[in-house]
């Protein structure tokens, strides 16, 4: 590919020996929650029959953002960030490896999934906010694009890899494996990685710092629209994942829905790899509204109840939509304060997670009284109605 003028290179990005380092940690940690969740899920299933709790321990590996956001964001400016990765991958194989142990019964797992998931959210801050360390300009925001991929990645490979690891070694086995790949990751952040300061030093990093931080952060007109922005019509979209699955079933190919879901997660990996190596860095923000409407614009297309062939091409290309928050990268970045920048990413991942997350419950309640080809459609009007909504931040003359 033909790198577009004035813009960096994935080349570049590798180039950077510490981004090397961040990155193969984010891999591991990728590929080690996608098996726990899936291992742990089918381990639940297996001791229960139930479907209910096979599902609250997927999202157990989800939930604790919402809380962990709201009481312990603090700790990613207060902390150093390498000690605060390290800290939660010695603990994920610390739970992963009590859950291989079969020594709890299935309520003790899922509540010590669901509390010790908590600082999530400060570790995954602390790893964003450490990205503008190691990478400048529009490197930044290729970096930015590569963990996208990566995360649209596993989602497309990471399951049936895991379902292949589980038929051979057993649930048990593979959250044993989960482990490794968990002291792997911080072995690899304690020999690897440079240590870096704490943002902020003195004071508290409690619940009420936290608090009281995002409420500034909020109040800030600048970093309020451009978290809306990231957070809105991406949200509602997901709502169609929701009903996904009664989808395929109604078509009469239920074996469907595992490559619907996979469309998405390719549509957003393509979308990052293109968007963000051969458009130019002033074209990504004049691209930014039409993106962000590509995300629901395509949806519309499920009202006649297309083939799930089609359907897999619709959402292939809303998918690809994502790629609009490359353009606000930078300008995030700017508008936050260095001292609070830990915090504004981790507010800004809490909120994705937790909308997300409520989006999709809310789509699959709303699929239990309509059909789901009209939920689709009704996900998808929303999402574009988000994206006119927040047509002015979306502008490239709208700068913090």
């Keep these: 590919m033909i790198p577009a003028p004035g813009s960096a290179t994935y080349r570049e990005v590798f180039a950077v020996g510490q981004f090397r380092v961040l990155f193969g940690s984010y891999t591991l940690f990728l590929a080690g ?15 229960t029959g139930s479907p209910l709790l096979s599902a609250l321990a997927y999202a157990a590996g989800f939930l604790p953002y919402a809380v962990g956001g709201t009481l312990l964001l603090a700790l990613a400016d207060r902390l150093p960030p390498r000690t605060v990765m390290i800290g939660y991958e010695v603990l994920r194989a610390a739970v992963s490896a009590v859950l291989a142990a079969g ?3 299935v309520p003790g797992m899922l509540a010590l999934v669901f509390v010790t998931g ?4 400060v570790a995954s801050a602390a790893r964003t906010a450490l990205l503008p360390d190691l ?35 057993g649930a048990p086995g593979a959250l044993w494996i989960t482990a490794a790949t968990c002291l792997a990751s911080a072995g690899l952040l304690r020999l690897r990685l ?12 409690g619940a009420g710092e936290t608090w009281r931080v995002n409420r500034e952060l909020l109040g800030r007109p600048a970093v309020r629209g451009l978290l809306l922005a990231h957070w809105a019509a991406p949200a509602l979209m997901v709502g169609a994942e929701g009903v996904l699955v009664p989808y395929a079933a109604r078509a009469g190919a239920p074996d469907a829905a595992g490559p619907l879901f996979a469309a998405v997660a390719a549509g957003m990996f393509a979308g990052n790899l293109i968007v963000g190596r051969l458009v130019r860095p002033a074209d990504r923000e004049r691209l930014a509204g039409p993106l962000a409407l590509a995300l629901g614009v395509p949806l519309l297309g499920f009202a006649p109840g297309p083939a799930p062939g089609y359907a897999a091409v619709l959402l292939a290309v809303s998918g690809f939509g994502v790629a609009y928050q490359l353009a606000l990268a930078r300008r995030f ?6 001292t609070r920048r830990g915090q504004a990413f981790g507010l800004l991942l809490t909120g994705t997670m937790t909308l997300q997350g409520l989006a999709a419950a809310a789509g699959g309640a ?6 789901p080809g009209l939920v689709v459609t009704l996900a998808g009007a929303a999402s574009a109605t988000a994206a006119l909504l927040s047509w002015r931040t979306l502008s490239p003359s709208r700068r913090p």
């Design 194 to 205: 440079a240590d870096h300061p704490r943002r902020r030093t003195g004071g508290a990093a």
């Design 366 to 371: 709303l699929g239990e009284v309509a059909d």
């Design 103 to 105: 020594l709890l019964p």
């Design 33 to 47: 929650e996608t098996v726990r969740t899936l291992a742990l899920s089918v381990t639940v299933y297996a001791a």
């Design 118 to 121: 908590l600082p999530s959210a």
């Design 333 to 338: 970045l700017d508008a936050v304060p260095e």
């Design 135 to 169: 990478l400048d300009g529009d490197r930044y925001v290729l970096g930015r694009a590569v963990f996208s991929m990566a995360a649209g990645g596993t989602q497309v490979l990471g399951f049936a890899a895991g379902g292949l690891l589980i038929a051979a070694a």
